[in-house]
């Protein structure tokens, strides 16, 4: 891999661990320390998603026209300012402001690190994206490990070590990256080098793979916001559920070597890949019906982790193949865009119906929108597998995506 590569992952394993310090356990310091009820700690949630999504549109953008380098170091500037507000006004209703700007900030983070992978190495394909993905989740088990712990002493020095590992984070940036910037093309060598831009087929296969992406993370995200107030209702403790986040990272990084090789011989496409791994998230959520004890939760956390380790690294490579030369920013911004959408919209539905109807109603919906997502995305896999054959006629070379 390329050097600005490896300082880029080590830059987001940073970030990420710093941002598992508190993402698992918001819901639960809204309803526990803020005393505010579920559905108010989803709309909580859903500002923070919400600034999210306007970050990542807007991350997007500026890649493109701004370069990689500038990005990264605008979101993390903003992401810290409002991190160090939080650190020390972190009561009701401060708390709220806080995290819908260090949403914006995470959100113009993340678009740009995916878009920065493909251009360093496109040539690496889905391994490009295996290896942020990885890196990213090094820091969710190392963050969640260490949260848990932290915020079972205070809560406060959670938002403080956030503070700190971000300005990490902007340090390897800085330090690694600004030889190689990655400025944006011009305009009209940009308009020169795509023509017409992406074919109509690739634009619906990425409407319906977003569709397919968003209803997962609404499932998604129910773990970190009423499955975790579910588990304490269950008398789970708070260290005994951040385990459940370290499993999940724990499992990515040393489970890649097993799983890489069968994913190769056994899903060797884009259609076959999906829509096993949004199957393999059906069952993840069924698996929580008759959950009520530490190991069965661990069980569907398993089955989970699996699941988006077969799913969520093929998305970004396929998103990079589908954007214009110049637009993948933009397009990472989209994908990135629709699930936070889903991160947004999740914790809102989900606090709703659990507080109304239970969890048993609740999981039987996220099993449903599992379902569905599969269809989708298999929707996508199809107009997308009609739309390359005309792609490779055209520029005369093969670009099917094995991912």
């Known amino acids: 891999m390329p ?3 490896w300082w880029l992952l080590v830059g987001m394993a940073l970030n990420v661990t710093g941002a598992s310090f508190l993402w698992p356990l918001n819901t639960i310091y809204l309803h526990e320390q803020l005393g505010q009820p579920l559905a108010v700690a989803g709309a909580v949630l859903m500002l923070n998603s919400g600034g999210s999504v306007i970050g990542s549109l807007l991350g997007g953008m500026l890649f493109d026209r701004i370069g990689g380098f500038r990005t990264l170091v605008s979101g993390a500037c903003l992401t810290m300012a409002a991190l160090a507000g939080l650190g020390v006004w972190h009561g009701w209703p401060h708390y709220a402001v806080w995290l819908a700007l260090v949403g914006i900030g995470n959100g113009v983070v ?3 690190a ?5 251009a360093v190495w496109p040539e690496g394909g889905r391994r490009a994206f295996n290896a942020l993905y990885v890196a990213q989740n090094i820091g969710v088990a190392a963050g969640s490990a260490l949260g848990g712990v932290v915020a079972s002493h205070s809560f406060a020095l959670v938002f403080w070590a956030n503070v700190w590992l971000y300005a990490a984070f902007l340090a390897t940036v800085v330090i690694g990256l600004r030889r190689m910037p990655l400025p944006p093309l011009r305009r009209k060598e940009r308009k020169r080098r795509t023509g017409d831009g992406a074919p109509r087929a690739h634009i619906r296969a990425l409407v319906l793979l977003c569709a397919g992406y968003g209803l997962c993370w609404m499932s998604y995200v129910q773990w970190s916001t009423t499955i975790a107030a579910y588990t304490r209702e269950l008398s789970i403790p708070v260290h005994h559920y951040s385990l459940l986040w370290t499993i999940n990272g724990a499992l990515i990084v040393l489970g890649q070597p097993l799983l890489a090789p069968l994913v190769r011989r056994f899903m060797p496409g884009m259609k076959r890949q999906i829509a096993i791994g949004f ?7 069924a698996i929580l019906f008759g959950a009520d004890s530490l190991l ?3 069980t569907s956390m398993v089955v989970l982790t699996i699941a988006e380790m077969i799913v969520w690294p093929a998305i970004p490579a396929v998103v990079n193949e589908l954007a214009p030369l110049g637009r993948a920013g933009f397009y990472q911004g989209i994908v990135n865009g629709t699930a936070t959408a889903g991160r947004m919209i999740g914790p809102v539905l989900g606090g709703w119906v659990a507080d109304a109807f239970g969890m048993k109603p609740l999981i039987g919906l996220l099993v449903a929108f599992a379902l569905l997502a599969a269809g989708l995305a298999a929707g996508a896999a199809l107009v997308y597998d009609r739309g390359l054959p005309k792609r490779a006629e055209k520029a005369g070379e093969k670009t099917a995506v094995t991912v």
């Open 3 to 5: 050097r600005a590569l």
């Open 110 to 112: 993340f678009p740009a």
């Open 114 to 118: 995916s878009a920065y992978v493909g």
């Open 279 to 285: 199957a393999v998230f059906t069952v993840s959520f």
């Open 296 to 298: 069965q939760f661990a």
